[in-house]
């Protein structure tokens, strides 16, 4: 990890996701067919990643969004793990392994794919960002 952020609070699955690389199954994880509207920030420090407004059903089983928040708030590294050649995303902040990128996303929404597991992420619904310290972000649910 990047920085010194407190890993203690983690579940089993969200250290393996977020310390080891891990990816958790396909359907069967928090986030993957959540409608709620709300900001997706990073499980280890908080940082914001992702909009409810740009994810998207992709039918992979996992959360799909078609950009991040900010372009700044994760890092792409290649991957040539399992005999794959992808693209690896991680949060910017804390290093944490996030998911991956693929360019198979909706050409509307720009053709590209962000595949996170839900072990690294935690929601923040729309109702709660003011209380939870995430205002600012208000805004960008209605600017769209």
Known sequence: MKTNADTS??????????????????????FWDNIEMGLYVDIIDG????LSIDKFDSGCGWPSFSKP???????NNRD?????????????????????????GPKK?????YCINSAS?????????KKEGYGK????????
Not at 109 to 113: H, K, P, W, Y
């Open 137 to 144: 972000y208000i805004n960008l649910f209605t600017n769209k």
């Open 80 to 104: 040539l793990s399992h005999g794959m050649v992808r693209t690896e995303v991680r949060s910017k902040e804390s290093d944490a392994h996030l998911g991956h990128l693929f360019d198979d």
């Open 9 to 30: 609070h983690l579940t089993v699955i969200q250290k393996e996701v977020t310390l080891e690389s891990a990816t958790e199954p396909p359907f069967a994880n928090e």
């Open 121 to 129: 992420l935690r929601f923040i619904p729309f109702d709660q960002l």
């Open 69 to 75: 928040i900010k372009g700044n708030a994760i890092i």
């Open 47 to 50: 940082s914001p990643l992702f």
């Open 109 to 113: 929404l720009g053709g590209l794919r």
